[in-house]
C-alpha cells in the first residue's frame, strides 16, 4: 500500500498532489520513507497534519530511472510529463544537503497489505533499509572467537600445563622417598637375617666338628676291640652263623636233583592257575585276563611271564625281576585275589567259542602241603556228619578245622603216606566230642591216611 499526503505549504510548487504521488510511488524520491538522520523540513509538518489519501496499489507507477531523469541537485525539478512538478532532495524547501541517487538495485520488503484484516495506510520509514550485501555472520563469530577465546584457551593450557609438570615433580619427590626409605627398612631387616643366619652356621659348624671327632675317637676305640678279638681261634664266622639263623637264598637252592620234592621248599614267585572243569583256554585269553587282574594292584604286565601250552588248562606265573621284588609282587597280586569272609574277585576267562569259564589262582606247594590240604577237606566232611548245629570251615595254609573262628583240630603229616590227628581239648569237649564220636573220627581219618585203625 502506497499513502499520498496533500497539502498547502510553503516552497512547494503547484500540482503538489502529483509530486506527492510520485515520491509515494519510489522510496528514493519520499523523505518519509527514507531511513537516517535528517533535518525534518516544513513540508514534512505540513504533510504530518494534512489528511491521509490512500492510493490504490493498482495505480500507475512510472520506474524510477524515468523519475530521475527530471530531478536535479539543488534545483526545481521540470515539469513531468503528466504535468506534476517534483521537489528533488536539493531544493531551497529541502534542508538535508544533497546526495547522488544511488544506482544499487534494492529490495523493497512486501507489504502486508494483500493479508486479510489488515489496513491500508501510511508505510512507516523504519520498514525499508539500505541492504548492499547480506553479512556472513558465522564468519564473523569465529573471526571474533579467533580474537578472543583462542588466546584464552592457550593461556589456560600452558597454566594448566605448568600445573601439572610442578605436581609431577612434587609426586617424584615423594615416591622417591617413599621407595628410598621403604629399602632401607628392607636391608636392614635383610641385614638382621643373614647376621642370625651366620651366627646359627658358626654354631652348626662347630657341632660338626665335635661330632666328627667324636666319631673317629668311637671308630679308633672299635678298631682295637676288634684286633683284640682277632687272635681268638674259637671266634665263630658271624657270615654263617647269620646264614643259619635267618636263611639265604643261597641255602635254600643247594638242594639236587636227589633231594625229594615232598619236602621241597616252595617258589615265592610262582603262582599256578587251574581251570575249572579242565577246560581248554587260549594262552593269549589268559593272559589278558591275568593282566588285568595285575593292573588293580599295580603290576605291570611285563613284570611277570606265563607259561603255558598255546591251548591248555593249567598255566604258570612267573613274576621277574630281582628276587625280594618279584617275591613281594606275586605275594600282593594272590592276597588281593581274597576280599574277606569267604568272597574272592571273579576270575573268569573266555575260550574260542565265547564261553565263560572260571580259573583258580594258588601259589607253590610241595607235597606236603598238597597232601595236608586234602586231608584237611576229607576230615571236615567226617566232623561234619557229627556236628551238625555249626558251620565249619577249612583253614589251608595250617590244616585246620575252624568252628566259629577257632581251631577244632589240625592235622600233622609225619610222612609221605602218614599222619596224625591233634584236636583242641576245649573245643572238643564244648562240642561234645567225647568217647565214641572221638573214636569214630579218628579211625574214619586213619584209614584215609593209610594207617591201621586203633584197636
Known amino acids: 500500500m502506497v499513502m499520498n499526503t496533500s497539502g498547502t505549504g510553503s516552497g512547494t510548487a503547484s500540482g503538489a498532489d502529483s509530486g506527492a504521488s510520485a515520491s509515494a510511488r519510489s522510496p528514493w524520491l519520499n523523505p518519509a520513507l527514507v531511513k537516517g ?32 531523469q527530471y530531478v536535479s541537485p539543488g534545483q526545481p525539478t521540470p515539469p513531468s510529463p503528466a ?8 531544493s531551497p524547501g529541502c534542508l538535508a544537503s544533497p546526495f547522488p541517487l544511488p544506482t544499487a538495485k534494492i529490495e523493497v520488503p512486501a507489504t502486508p497489505a494483500s493479508l486479510p484484516g489488515t489496513k491500508r495506510g501510511r508505510q512507516r520509514s523504519e520498514d525499508v533499509e539500505f541492504v548492499d550485501e547480506k553479512p556472513d555472520f558465522q564468519k564473523l563469530v569465529m573471526d571474533e572467537m579467533t580474537k578472543t577465546v583462542v588466546p584464552l584457551l592457550d593461556q589456560q593450557k600452558r597454566q594448566l600445563s605448568d600445573q601439572l609438570e610442578a605436581n609431577n615433580t612434587v609426586l617424584k619427590e615423594n615416591v622417591s622417598q617413599i621407595c628410598i626409605g ?6 636392614e631387616g635383610i641385614e638382621r637375617r643373614l647376621t642370625g643366619v651366620e651366627a646359627s652356621l658358626a654354631t652348626v659348624l662347630e657341632d660338626n666338628k665335635k661330632l666328627s671327632s667324636q666319631v673317629g675317637a668311637m671308630a679308633e676305640k672299635l678298631d682295637k676291640a676288634i684286633k683284640s678279638l682277632g687272635h681268638s681261634n674259637s671266634l665263630p664266622n658271624l657270615e654263617q652263623a647269620s646264614q643259619q639263623m635267618v636263611g639265604s637264598p643261597a641255602v635254600a637252592e643247594q638242594q639236587t636233583v636227589n633231594t625229594p620234592s615232598f619236602y621241597r621248599t616252595p617258589d615265592p614267585t610262582k603262582l599256578f592257575a587251574n581251570v575249572e572243569h579242565r577246560a581248554k583256554l587260549p594262552a593269549k585269553n589268559f593272559h589278558d585276563a591275568f593282566a588285568k587282574l595285575a593292573s588293580d594292584v599295580g603290576i605291570s604286565d611285563d613284570q611277570f611271564q606265563i607259561n603255558s601250552d598255546p591251548l591248555d588248562n593249567y598255566f604258570e606265573i612267573v613274576f621277574t625281576g630281582p628276587r625280594s621284588g618279584a617275591t613281594a609282587r606275586c605275594l600282593q597280586l594272590f592276597q588281593s585275589i581274597a576280599l574277606g569272609k569267604g568272597n574272592y574277585k571273579p576270575t573268569n576267562c ?31 566232611d567226617i566232623i561234619s556228619h557229627h556236628i551238625r548245629d555249626q558251620k565249619l570251615f577249612v583253614q589251608k595254609s595250617t590244616g585246620s578245622i575252624m568252628v566259629q573262628r577257632r581251631v577244632l583240630a589240625s592235622i600233622v603229616v609225619t610222612g609221605t603216606i602218614s599222619a596224625r590227628l591233634q584236636w583242641m581239648p576245649a ?3 564244648k562240642y561234645k566230642i567225647i568217647d565214641e564220636v572221638q573214636v569214630a573220627i579218628e579211625e574214619a581219618f586213619s584209614v584215609l591216611t593209610g594207617g591201621e585203625s586203633r584197636p
Request: with cysteine; glycine share 6%; net charge negative.
Open 427 to 429: 573245643q572238643r569237649i
Open 350 to 380: 573266555y575260550d574260542d567259542q565265547g564261553t565263560l569259564h572260571k580259573f583258580y589262582v594258588n601259589p607253590d606247594k610241595n607235597g606236603c602241603q598238597v597232601r595236608r590240604e586234602v586231608l584237611c577237606k576229607d576230615l571236615k
Open 182 to 187: 621403604a629399602c632401607a627398612s628392607a636391608n
Open 37 to 68: 538522520n535528517r533535518s525534518r523540513s516544513p513540508h514534512d509538518a505540513s504533510r504530518a497534519s494534512a489528511p491521509v489519501e490512500i492510493i490504490p496499489d493498482d495505480s500507475p507507477v512510472e520506474p524510477l530511472e524515468v523519475l530521475s
Open 83 to 90: 504535468g506534476v512538478q517534483v521537489t528533488g532532495l536539493g
